[in-house]
């Protein structure tokens, strides 16, 4: 998606109190993607033109309408990404497996935060986008941004099903507000631990507590708060 412009600069008018002069400023680009799933019109995204199979594949898993990757039988995008037509066979019954419960030290919270909230040079610039990252402790960190903080989330979500990286070893950043359809995301894709610089909702936290998902808020420097299953983060106790 490299030949597509991410952002653009456009004629502003920058006011300094009475005084005003002409300029111009940096613009994320919003791009319309319509969706046919099996041969009918399905859903239309508004999102910044790049990864944009993986923010199909994370789209559809979200949705409920695949549950792996193997589900796609193809794929096929017109040349310009404003249509993509998309061919899923029937689910197939899966056995969750058990696997290992992950926990994570609080300086590492703390540093995935970080990185997260630096990871989009994009954002730096305009402040027109949302970054979200994907932790796994034996894996690079995986970050995409997107205008929209959902469409972040699916792309991210959408990568490791299209290469088989394990969503419930995985620790989803984000850096803004968690309301309920981000958690809902989060809970589909069976994400243990969910870190946030900003505030959750009390239906996030009620989705989080039900589907036993670590959820913290308001990462500020070494600070946060712990609001569900907090045993996830290896913390020392004070009296």
């Known amino acids: 998606m490299s030949e597509f412009l991410l952002s653009q600069w456009l004629p502003v008018t920058r006011a300094e109190g009475d005084a005003a002069v002409p300029g111009q400023d940096e613009v994320v680009v919003e791009h319309t993607l319509q969706v046919e799933v099996n041969g009918v019109p399905s859903f239309s995204l508004s999102c910044s033109p790049e990864y944009l199979e993986e923010l199909v594949a994370g789209n559809l898993y979200s949705r409920g309408l695949i549950s792996a990757s193997e589900q796609i039988c193809a794929l096929s995008p017109a040349p310009d990404w404003s249509r993509v037509s998309v061919s899923l066979s029937p689910a197939c019954p899966q056995t969750p497996q058990e696997e290992p419960p992950l926990t994570l030290p609080a300086s590492t919270a703390y540093w995935l935060m970080s990185q997260n909230l630096t990871a989009s040079a994009l954002f730096q610039r305009t402040g027109g986008v949302h970054c979200v990252s994907l932790y796994w402790p ?14 972040a989330v699916d792309k991210v979500i959408g990568h490791a099903l299209l290469h088989a990286l394990p969503l419930s070893q995985a620790v989803l950043a984000v850096s803004g507000r968690l309301s309920a359809d981000m958690m809902d995301k989060a809970a589909r894709a069976r994400i243990p631990i969910v870190l946030s610089k900003g505030a959750p909702t009390s239906r996030a936290i009620q989705i989080a507590q039900t589907h036993h998902i670590t959820l913290t808020g308001f990462i500020r420097g070494e600070r946060m708060n712990l609001y569900t299953w907090p045993e996830r983060i290896r913390t020392v106790q004070h009296s």
Do not use: E, F, I, M
């Open 138 to 151: 034996d894996h690079p960190l995986l970050s995409r941004q997107d205008l929209a903080r959902h469409n």
